[in-house]
């Protein structure tokens, strides 16, 4: 098993994969804020692996080399294992879509049976950086809201879930 791949290798991996230019910038654009999260949160004393976070911003989009469905988390997750890096590596584009996706919710979609809830610091901040990331773009907790209202419904679990991850990532950044 190879160990967590450089910044360099992650854009290799993506570009030998297929994956489509538009998702490698975004990739890169998940990736700086990521970074800056992961930096926050090690500086305020939480146990953050910062190179693990950047390759795994950076690959959690992998699986859009195959497909652009709700299923590019888990694709993406057997490609990263295919090629032989580390599990929590593998976890974190597992787990990045959305705000995770319970068990229930995950068979109703037609994805394999089991919880895609971020669990580790890492995988949050993936999570989090993502859904904040429009295309190459930063934006706002509220706008990110706004459209998973719209498409969603306000009742939607995932609002919830969203709200959630937001508070999660605070108490990293900001004890």
Request: aromatic residues 2%.
């Amino acid at each position: 098993m190879r160990g967590i791949p450089t910044r360099k290798e992650c854009l290799k991996i993506l570009v030998e994969t297929g994956t489509p230019k538009n998702v490698i910038k975004h990739c890169v654009a998940v990736s700086r804020y990521a970074r800056q999260l992961a930096k926050k949160a090690a500086s305020k004393g939480n146990n953050v692996d910062i190179r693990l976070v950047e390759a795994g911003s950076l690959l959690h989009d992998i699986g859009r080399s195959k497909t652009h469905g709700v299923e590019h988390g888990v694709v993406g997750a057997e490609i990263v294992r295919s090629l032989g890096l580390p599990e929590e590596l593998a976890l974190i584009v597992e787990r990045h879509v959305g705000a995770g996706i319970p068990k229930n919710e995950a068979e109703a979609l037609g994805l394999p049976p089991k919880d895609y809830i971020p669990l580790t610091p890492e995988e949050k901040i993936v999570a989090h950086a993502d859904n904040l990331t429009f295309g190459a773009k930063h934006v706002a907790m509220e706008k990110v809201l706004e459209m998973f209202k719209r498409e969603l419904g306000e009742e939607s679990p995932v609002i919830e879930r969203l709200k959630k991850l937001q508070k999660d990532i605070e108490e990293l950044v900001d004890p």
